[in-house]
């Protein structure tokens, strides 16, 4: 009966979601439309993420080293974030606390998929490295892309409005896996009113939670009166609800910024 419930709020909220995406195109600039959609989707991602976790969007990624993300459509981060910079919207977020990323897509195709994929990996192959440990505690890891990490790991999903055919789209990203390690596949593609993508076990077909060489390219047609919503919603819960940060070290994003000098001192 919970289940029956949720699928029927999920439902609804599917068709208003489909009706402001109709509404969306009648924006005559195109930046007004494709922001309007990345709206609709933080908003969706906002009533269904961890209440640990934030939607953002329009921010700049930064690691300690220097590295800078390309512009990412919805960035999912630690609601512990400090404010870096908050100038009319805009935000730089520290990598350390990114758990992950959203490319929002108006309509799908080989080169908006390439475009996405290529954003995830350039994010996730960015340096976690600002950390204070936690003395007397058990070092925390995570295991994701085939190998563990002491830190929780970029996850970088796609959700588009409308796309190609699905299966095109599958022959698309199984041609930019391939010759790619798993730590730089997205995890899932997601198209409203069509399905998704999500790697899976060939053998049985049980989904993971994140690529792992070996693993299959399942596609999952979508329920006609469910959309994609409740599996989305789903999936985010799988992704998000353990996820986890050690407290930040601001001092090396610092770098060699004089940070004052030593004028005087006493001793007791």
Known sequence: MTQEKLGKILSSVAK??????EQSKNFNHHGEAGTSREVLIQQFLSGYLPTHVEAVHNVEVIAANGDVSPQSDIVLIDRGTPPFTSLQGFRIIPNECVYGMIEVKTKLDGAQLADACNKISRLRRMPKTAYRPISGTIPRSTKAYGETHNYFPTSGMIVAFNSLKLDTIGDHLVDWCRTR???EWPDSVWVTGRGHLQWGDPRTGALFRSPVAGASLLQIDAE?????LLAFALHLNIH????WMNPLDLLPYSGATPLGQISKMWTI
């Open 16 to 21: 208003r979601m489909r009706a402001d995406f």
């Open 181 to 183: 390690h798993p730590s």
């Open 240 to 243: 998000f609800s353990d996820a």
């Open 224 to 228: 006609p009166d469910q959309d994609i």
